[in-house]
């Protein structure tokens, strides 16, 4: 069975950094494509940012670009969110996702990905 588990999440005030975690557990699962994904209270989940296996292909989403990171650890199955300059938009529960395809349609979509983590709670106070 497949578990995503992430942590980092927390209370931090506009203009911090803070890093999320992810690692992915499971019997010969080493998954394609990771990412995150985030949803604010009210509205839908949005895309934040995904990395290949070999790290050396990512996307980030605009509304992130240039203050978030992703990097992974495949020795680990551990992808990383390396947050900068958070501002109080940037609230939301944070979700590691995988894909075990190579090639998914569309990245920017939940429907590219088979397994979710349980989220962790950012919250940026301004």
């Known amino acids: 069975q497949v578990q995503l588990v992430e942590s980092g999440g927390g209370l931090v005030q506009a203009g911090d950094s803070l890093r999320l975690s992810c690692v992915a557990s499971?019997?010969?699962?080493?998954?394609?494509?990771m990412a995150w994904f985030r949803q604010a209270a009210g509205k839908e989940r949005e895309f934040v940012g995904c990395?290949?296996?070999?790290?050396?292909?990512?996307y980030m989403a605009d509304s992130v670009k240039g203050r978030f990171t992703v990097s992974r650890d495949n020795a680990n199955n551990t992808i990383y969110l390396q947050m900068s300059v958070v501002a109080p938009d940037d609230t939301a529960v944070y979700y590691c996702?995988?894909?075990?395809?190579?090639?998914?349609?569309?990245?920017?979509?939940?429907?590219?990905?088979?397994?979710w983590g349980q989220g962790t709670q950012v919250t940026v106070s301004s």
């Open positions: 990395i290949v296996r070999g790290g050396v292909q990512t």
């Open positions: 499971g019997r010969t699962f080493s998954p394609y494509w």
């Open positions: 996702a995988a894909s075990s395809k190579p090639f998914p349609t569309n990245l920017l979509s939940q429907t590219a990905y088979d397994y």
